[in-house]
């Protein structure tokens, strides 16, 4: 498996094609009707940074993107106020829409953790202090029993028909748990 940023068009849209199969097609959460080409997209993904997981064959396995404070109003500032915590908008990321393939989610974690360690990699190369999520309440779970410096930040909300919570991750302390589970030696293949 290979892990990528997104550095053309046409790789964001692989991206944007597996979202709309999970997003659309598999869970219902957003219309199909309101995509266009088989393509899940909105307004935040013009200034956004993507990542892909792909495998042996280059078919695209997984996908997220990062939103980054310092480009624009996260979606998730509506539920959390990371600056009471002394966080700066600038230097804060949110996580967003994370999909991987149905058959690739339930056979192992590499895709969660490869993509997670590729945006952990690109977000402290650039000094981000916090990433912000609204995970769903099974990736919640996950993210606390794989031991992620994750922390709730307000009440469990109901977003795109799913009940999530709101978290932040304090991005210095992601590596070392990351790599506690063997995600750096994803990148490094």
């Known amino acids: ?24 097609i598999e869970k219902g959460w957003i219309d199909p009707s309101t995509c266009d080409d088989g393509l899940e997209t909105d307004e935040y993904d013009r200034l956004a940074v993507h990542f892909l997981a792909l495998d042996d064959e280059g078919t695209p396995v997984g996908t997220s993107r990062l939103l980054l404070g310092s480009r624009q109003i996260l979606p998730a500032a509506k539920y959390l106020n990371l600056s009471s915590h002394g966080i700066a908008p600038g230097n804060v990321a949110e996580v967003s829409r994370l999909a991987a393939h149905e058959t690739r989610r339930s056979q192992d974690l590499k895709v969660f953790l490869g993509l997670t360690k590729l ?3 690109w977000g402290n190369e650039r000094s981000m202090e916090a990433c912000a999520a609204i ?10 029993r794989l031991g992620l410096p994750v922390i709730s930040m307000a009440p469990p909300i109901d977003y795109l028909g799913s009940k999530c919570i709101p978290v932040a991750f304090d991005v210095p302390g992601m ?15």
Do not use: N
């Not at 940023?5 to 997003?23: I, P």
């Not at 995970?135 to 606390?144: H, K, N």
């Open 1 to 24: 498996m290979r892990f990528i940023v997104c550095e053309t068009v046409d790789q964001v849209r692989l991206g944007q094609a597996l979202r709309y199969e999970v997003y659309c």
């Open 135 to 144: 995970a769903d309440v099974p990736l919640f779970g996950l993210l606390t």
């Open 119 to 121: 945006m952990w990699v």
């Open 175 to 189: 590596g070392p748990a990351l790599d506690r589970r063997g995600a750096g030696e994803l990148l490094a293949s």
